[in-house]
């Protein structure tokens, strides 16, 4: 069974500039949730889509946004870059079924580099 | 505001020296407690899945346990590939509005 998978695996942007992000996730995985990584703060939740829905939010502005389509592939954007938004972004995928095994796969993440 | 703390942030050990991970939490309703294994470069690795008090779990050389504040993920014995950082996880929340907060990991190298 194939893993999540995240396009591209390296990025090099510059500060203003705009970046969309791409994750696929296992098959018959419904649930996405994006993660910003970094040395100092660990994993932060970004937002979490299930059948085209964002389901929750976490505490990032407004430059972040993400959807997902009908096949559950999801992509992120974030426009606007600043040199905080430098970072390892990670897509994981679950089952998403309230109440059943929520354990979550995660890709191997996307690293953003903002100049 | 859930909160996810770990301990301690790093820790070094001498193969074959066990050792316990510690991972303590203050959530609403929660749901299930997760324990994933990074390596540098990677994305987290799933482990095991704790969902009540008193629940163990065992993968080789890892056992987690759960009581009603924190988790341990004891490691028998280490090898150096044992080494990676570890994270703890807690999904917290009810009906279809569930949360997962991670903490910041704990750093283990297994030296030789």
């Known amino acids: 069974k194939a893993g999540v998978t995240q396009t591209p695996r390296y990025l090099i942007k510059t500060r203003g500039q705009q970046v969309t992000l791409s994750c696929s996730p296992i098959s018959g995985h419904r649930s996405v949730s994006w993660y910003q990584q970094t040395p100092g703060q660990g994993l932060q939740f970004l937002f979490e889509?299930?059948?085209?829905?964002?389901?929750n939010k976490g505490n990032f502005p407004g430059r972040f946004s993400g959807r997902q389509f009908s096949n559950s592939r999801s992509e992120m954007n974030v426009s606007t870059l600043e040199l905080g938004d430098s970072a390892l972004y990670l897509c994981?995928?679950?089952?998403?079924?309230?109440?059943?095994?929520?354990?979550?796969?995660f890709g191997p993440g996307t690293r953003l580099t903002v100049l | 505001e859930d909160q996810v703390t770990q301990s301690p942030e790093a820790l070094r050990l001498q193969e074959g020296e066990s050792s316990s991970l510690n991972c303590s939490y203050t959530?609403?309703?929660?749901?299930?407690l997760f324990w994933y294994r990074q390596d540098p470069g990677k994305g987290p690795e799933f482990l095991f899945t704790?969902?009540?008090a008193g629940e163990e779990k065992e993968k080789e050389r890892l056992k987690a346990t759960l009581t009603k504040k924190e988790s341990f993920l004891h490691i028998t014995a280490p090898k150096p590939e044992d080494s990676a950082t570890y994270l703890c996880?807690?999904?917290?929340?009810?009906?279809?509005?569930?949360?997962?907060?991670f903490g910041i990991g704990t750093k283990l190298q297994v030296i030789p």
């Open positions: 889509y299930f059948s085209e829905t964002q389901r």
């Open positions: 959530v609403s309703g929660l749901r299930g």
């Open positions: 994981a995928s679950s089952l998403g079924v309230s109440g059943s095994y929520n354990e979550q796969f």
């Open positions: 704790l969902y009540s």
């Open positions: 996880a807690v999904q917290a929340g009810s009906g279809g509005y569930q949360k997962v907060t």
